[in-house]
């Protein structure tokens, strides 16, 4: 029974765990919280592949009972009057869940050994396997090594140092507020606002019985040395950050940059796709944000589950040959990942537009899109970007023939 590291216990880490242990690997998932991360932005899923890899899972149900119900954003002005509407099918895919409530249940899915609270600190390849040192863990030797560890990926780091990321130009941070800010006494329970002046977006949207805070504002793109150092400054620096990038801002900002100071589930990160040469190197591949990133409006949630499906079934049928694996792996990959990343491209434009003349336009548009057949096709467009892969059947647990070409 072939042992496989798995860095990263978020979206990919557990599904390839299920896949794995389904197809006889014995998994073990390192994951640098002290826990199971909760809460976190909302993420999509659209498209019949996407589905179809929950359901094959088996946690499509469960996922769907966990569904946000999220319905349309409303884009107002500093007085909070109402000037147009973002469709929920535009952006929020047919299912939408959060984040932490996604991680919970593919977790329970995922029978595999668990290391919480440590991350890799080495990879050292050996005739016998990969050799790894941890920051707390006594070292050990596994036949395989995957990075699922996200877009700040250790493994990565370590595999293919000096990778640098693709700057979309903006960046997120997302926590959860106190209160509903009126959208609970204005009967949209499930519905959002969002408020915009050049360069800032303020987007608080609420929805089984919680309120969630999105700032994103314009950034310069930034070199490796910057995306380092913002990874490594502590949550208060990174407050002060994100609170002096919307100093001025008027609407409820104020009160949002109170709370995201007693928010404990803060998170920043940058707007940024992950573009390699290639998806593994020896003995160690990468799925999900780790290899292939998209950003924001990429599908990047529902691509990261399907690379670990498409991975672990490409492994199960060569298990004795996991070049010929990452290989197949690779070729069926790639161009449903371009397809993603090229989907992701312009999000800034849309979300954080540099003049106020950009933000009126695209409030025209939003307003305008019920009465036209745009919308729908808008809708089209993303869900054919979705689709655009064929999944192999990876589901029997005794798979073990030819990988085959995309």
Same mark, same amino acid.
């Given at each position: 029974?072939?042992?496989?590291?798995?860095?990263?216990?978020?979206?990919?880490?557990?599904?390839?765990?299920?896949?794995?242990?389904?197809?006889?690997?014995?998994?073990?998932?390192?994951?640098?919280?002290?826990?199971?991360?909760?809460?976190?932005?909302?993420?999509?899923?659209?498209?019949?592949?996407?589905?179809?890899?929950?359901?094959? /899972?088996?946690?499509?149900?469960?996922?769907?009972?966990?569904?946000?119900?999220?319905? =349309?954003?409303?884009?107002? =002005?500093?007085?909070?009057?109402?000037?147009?509407?973002?469709?929920?099918?535009?952006?929020?895919?047919?299912?939408?869940?959060?984040?932490?409530?996604?991680?919970?249940?593919?977790?329970?899915?995922?029978?595999?050994?668990?290391?919480?609270? =440590?991350?890799?600190?080495?990879?050292?390849?050996?005739?016998?396997?990969?050799?790894?040192?941890?920051?707390?863990?006594?070292?050990?030797?596994?036949?395989?090594?995957?990075?699922?560890?996200? &877009?700040?990926?250790?493994?990565?780091?370590?595999?293919?140092?000096?990778?640098? @990321?693709?700057?979309?130009?903006?960046?997120?941070?997302?926590?959860?507020?106190?209160?509903?800010?009126?959208?609970?006494?204005?009967?949209?329970?499930?519905?959002?606002?969002?408020?915009?002046?050049?360069?800032?977006?303020?987007?608080?949207?609420?929805?089984?019985?919680?309120?969630?805070? #999105?700032?994103?504002?314009?950034?310069?793109?930034?070199?490796?040395?910057? @995306?380092?150092?913002?990874?490594?400054?502590?949550?208060?620096?990174?407050?002060?950050?994100?609170?002096?990038?919307?100093?001025?801002?008027?609407?409820?900002?104020?009160?949002?940059? #109170? *709370?995201?100071?007693? #928010?404990?589930?803060?998170?920043?990160?940058?707007?940024?796709?992950?573009?390699?040469?290639?998806?593994?190197?020896?003995?160690?591949?990468?799925?999900? =944000?780790?290899?292939?990133?998209?950003?924001?409006?990429?599908?990047?949630?529902?691509?990261?589950?399907?690379?670990?499906?498409?991975?672990?079934?490409?492994?199960?049928?060569?298990?004795?040959?996991?070049?010929?694996?990452?290989?197949?792996?690779?070729?069926? /990959?790639?161009?449903?990942?371009?397809?993603?990343?090229?989907?992701?491209?312009?999000?800034?434009?849309?979300?954080?537009?540099?003049?106020?003349?950009?933000?009126?336009?695209?409030?025209?548009? /939003?307003? /305008?899109?019920?009465?036209?057949?745009?919308?729908?096709? &808008?809708?089209?467009?993303?869900?054919?970007?979705?689709?655009?892969?064929?999944?192999?059947?990876?589901?029997?647990?005794?798979?073990?023939?030819? #990988?085959?070409? *995309?």
């Amino acid at each position: 029974m072939k042992a496989v590291l798995i860095s990263g216990g978020g979206v990919a880490g557990p599904t390839l765990a299920h896949w794995l242990a389904r197809n006889g690997f014995r998994p073990t998932i390192v994951e640098r919280a002290p826990s199971l991360r909760t809460g976190g932005q909302a993420v999509d899923f659209r498209g019949a592949p996407q589905l179809e890899v929950l359901d094959r /899972m088996g946690v499509l149900d469960a996922v769907r009972a966990a569904c946000t119900g999220m319905g =349309d954003i409303a884009i107002v =002005d500093s007085g909070g009057r109402r000037l147009a509407r973002l469709p929920s099918e535009v952006f929020s895919g047919e299912v939408e869940i959060l984040r932490g409530d996604l991680s919970r249940i593919l977790n329970d899915a995922a029978p595999a050994e668990r290391l919480f609270g =440590d991350s890799i600190t080495s990879l050292t390849e050996r005739p016998e396997g990969v050799h790894v040192t941890f920051e707390k863990a006594a070292p050990r030797t596994f036949d395989l090594v995957v990075g699922a560890d996200g &877009i700040r990926s250790k493994v990565r780091e370590l595999t293919f140092p000096a990778t640098p @990321l693709h700057h979309l130009g903006f960046h997120s941070a997302v926590f959860t507020v106190p209160g509903t800010y009126g959208l609970e006494h204005d009967g949209l329970e499930h519905d959002g606002l969002m408020y915009n002046v050049p360069g800032r977006c303020a987007t608080v949207v609420r929805t089984g019985g919680r309120t969630r805070a #999105a700032l994103d504002f314009a950034t310069p793109p930034l070199d490796r040395d910057h @995306l380092d150092h913002l990874d490594h400054l502590d949550h208060a620096t990174q407050r002060a950050l994100v609170a002096e990038a919307f100093r001025g801002v008027g609407w409820q900002v104020p009160s949002l940059l #109170a *709370a995201m100071e007693e #928010a404990e589930d803060f998170y920043l990160w940058p707007a940024a796709q992950v573009v390699l040469p290639r998806l593994s190197s020896g003995r160690v591949a990468l799925v999900g =944000d780790a290899g292939y990133a998209p950003g924001p409006g990429g599908m990047g949630t529902g691509l990261g589950m399907i690379g670990a499906y498409v991975l672990a079934g490409e492994l199960a049928a060569a298990p004795d040959d996991h070049r010929a694996a990452f290989a197949a792996y690779e070729r069926r /990959m790639r161009p449903y990942v371009e397809v993603c990343q090229k989907q992701a491209k312009g999000a800034d434009k849309y979300l954080v537009p540099g003049r106020r003349s950009q933000i009126w336009r695209r409030n025209q548009l /939003m307003r /305008m899109l019920p009465y036209l057949p745009g919308k729908s096709l &808008i809708k089209r467009m993303t869900e054919k970007a979705a689709s655009a892969v064929t999944l192999p059947d990876h589901t029997r647990p005794d798979a073990r023939r030819p #990988a085959q070409p *995309a």
